[in-house]
């Protein structure tokens, strides 16, 4: 479908009163058909920090969810073990501890009594500082598990809606992959225009969106700048736009450039045994002349061949 859009008026004498108008021509714009697509800005996955078994999957396909909102929980059995592991290195190395203040105390007490040697002491209390330190690292080394069991909780990573959710309730999965698909950014109509269309796109330019038998317009929002397989992929802002389907495909009407053209009122083309006809002035006489016309655009039609700019039409 090729619409026009008038860019420059025409004087037009009163529709009740017969009368007549000097064919001029005006600047349209060119449109271009094309199918765009319901589409998020941006497809984000969500991914397992940890590698494990999916023990909660808590959203579905189409599910909304904000930033920061547990999508699924991945459990490793092995970190359980490694914490048990360091507990038992804690209470040992706490039970040294014990014994080795016992030693550093008795050995203190000997000092004072000239039994001992200050050599000895030092060494006592350095045994205590070592195994306060063994403590230390092993009470680091669990809370690095700790942490690594918290990570299981796969997060959503953006506002938006569930687009797909690739595993199941149960699954093995290793650390980096993605439990879902979050659609983010706010849902646009994304196009795949021509890259010989490429100057003429413009951020800001008015899109014609058509779907179930209505037309309404749409803003380019981005032209991305990246051509992919001779294609320019664009985003374009519309109201109201439905998305409960992603990817559903909607006409769209796309300005690629502009030409020169007549116009005359629709009201002055009559049309007999299938031929269109438009009287016009020559030498202070009408003569009926035949016309190839292009589509309608409200109460204007363009003549594509047949007048000449200069022509004086006549109105009914």
């Known amino acids: 479908m090729r619409g026009l859009v008038l860019l420059a008026a025409l004087v037009v004498a009163d529709p009740s009163v017969a009368g007549t108008i000097t064919l001029e021509p005006v600047t349209v714009t060119e449109w271009k058909a094309i199918y765009g697509t319901v589409a998020p800005r941006t497809d984000v996955a969500a991914r397992a920090r940890i590698g494990g078994?999916?023990?909660?999957?808590?959203v579905t396909e189409g599910d909304a969810v904000t930033a920061g909102q547990r999508l699924a929980t991945v459990h490793d059995e092995k970190l359980s073990f490694q914490i048990a592991a360091f507990d038992a290195q804690i209470e040992a190395l706490q039970a040294q501890l014990a014994t080795a203040q016992t030693d550093l105390e008795r050995g203190q007490a000997l000092i004072q009594r000239g039994v001992t040697t200050a050599q000895q002491v030092d060494q006592l209390r350095t045994a205590v500082d070592v195994i306060q330190g063994q403590i230390a690292s092993a009470q680091a080394g669990r809370a690095v598990v700790e942490q690594q069991g918290a990570e299981g909780d796969v997060l959503a990573p953006d506002d938006g809606r569930v687009l797909t959710v690739p595993v199941t309730r149960g699954a093995v999965i290793l650390a980096g992959e993605p439990v879902a698909t979050i659609g983010s950014g706010g849902i646009f109509l994304r196009l795949a225009v021509?890259?010989?269309h490429a100057a003429?796109?413009?951020?800001?330019s008015t899109i014609r969106v058509g779907g179930a038998g209505t037309t309404t317009e749409g803003r380019l929002a981005k032209v991305y700048p990246e051509i992919e397989g001779g294609r320019v992929t664009a985003d374009v802002e519309v109201a109201d736009l439905p998305d409960a389907f992603v990817n559903a495909r909607i006409p769209v009407e796309l300005p690629v450039g502009t030409r020169e053209a007549l116009m005359v009122p629709a009201a002055a083309v009559a049309t007999r045994s299938g031929i269109d006809f438009v009287t016009v002035m020559e030498d202070g006489a009408e003569v009926a002349r035949a016309?190839?016309?292009g589509e309608a655009n409200g109460d204007e039609v363009e003549v594509l061949t047949?007048?000449?700019a200069g022509d004086e039409v006549v109105v009914p």
Do not use: T
């Open 291 to 293: 016309v190839v016309a």
């Open 194 to 196: 021509p890259e010989r």
């Open 306 to 308: 047949g007048l000449a």
């Open 200 to 204: 003429v796109l413009k951020e800001g």
């Open 53 to 58: 078994i999916v023990q909660d999957l808590l």
